[in-house]
């Protein structure tokens, strides 16, 4: 799998996994209010402000990211960021980079809210756990050709994960089929 890969859902949403060490970050890219905005999507960066802003910074940095903005006409200047890349204050969020207008992470959990309907949020969630799946998939391919099989302890654990994986995922479309008619509709 690529350090780096991308998913345009719509015109105004982006999904984004990149590989920092041995494991992978999702972010999602989104425009809303004329701005694009990167935003983290897993809860150890939303937790953890000193080592997301550590990603954010390697992922501004990465030539494919680069790339990826330029091919969706993107300028790098003036994408913001939802954490604050000055090592100085990691615990503030910024709302945006250049002006450096500081924020409360509930605001930028909010903001994201106002600018999604909950199926946009249920679809999102969707495809964050179809990705873990196929990482899961990928581990259990290499088990297998590795000459692992359902007899080991481990290949059992994993196929138990990517089954719950995939259960989690069908009840989550369940919901969503479940508010067809809604569509478009803000509850928030």
């Given at each position: 799998?690529?350090?780096?890969?991308?998913?345009?859902?719509?015109?105004?949403?982006?999904?984004?996994?990149?590989?920092?060490?041995?494991?992978?970050?999702?972010?999602?890219?989104?425009?809303?209010n004329?701005?694009?905005?990167?935003?983290?999507?897993?809860?150890?960066?939303?937790?953890?402000?000193?080592?997301?802003?550590?990603?954010?910074?390697?992922?501004?940095?990465?030539?494919?990211?680069?790339?990826?903005?330029?091919?969706?006409?993107?300028?790098?200047?003036?994408?913001?960021?939802?954490?604050?890349?000055?090592?100085?204050?990691?615990?503030?969020?910024?709302?945006?980079?250049?002006?450096?207008?500081?924020?409360?992470?509930?605001?930028?959990?909010?903001?994201?809210?106002?600018n999604?309907?909950?199926?946009?949020?249920?679809?999102?969630?969707?495809?964050q756990?179809?990705?873990?799946?196929?990482?899961?998939?990928?581990?259990?391919?290499?088990?297998?050709?590795?000459?692992?099989?359902?007899?080991?302890?481990?290949?059992?654990?994993?196929?138990?994960?990517?089954?719950?994986?995939?259960?989690?995922?069908?009840?989550?479309?369940?919901?969503?089929?479940?508010?067809?008619?809604?569509?478009?509709?803000?509850?928030?």
């Open positions: 799998m690529l350090d780096f890969s991308f998913e345009i859902i719509d015109e105004t949403k982006i999904n984004i996994q990149y590989k920092y060490g041995s494991e992978f970050f999702n972010f999602n890219l989104y425009y809303a004329g701005e694009w905005t990167l935003h983290p999507f897993d809860g150890i960066l939303i937790q953890n402000r000193e080592m997301c802003s550590l990603i954010v910074s390697e992922l501004l940095r990465n030539k494919d990211f680069h790339v990826m903005l330029a091919k969706e006409k993107i300028i790098l200047s003036q994408l913001r960021t939802s954490v604050n890349l000055q090592s100085n204050e990691p615990d503030e969020w910024v709302a945006d980079r250049r002006n450096a207008d500081y924020s409360s992470p509930d605001d930028e959990l909010m903001d994201y809210i106002g999604h309907s909950f199926e946009d949020i249920l679809q999102l969630e969707q495809e756990i179809e990705a873990r799946v196929q990482f899961f998939q990928q581990i259990i391919q290499r088990m297998f050709m590795e000459g692992l099989g359902p007899e080991d302890a481990d290949f059992i654990k994993v196929q138990a994960v990517i089954r719950i994986y995939k259960e989690t995922y069908d009840r989550l479309g369940e919901l969503n089929d479940h508010n067809r008619g809604d569509r478009g509709r803000r509850r928030w």
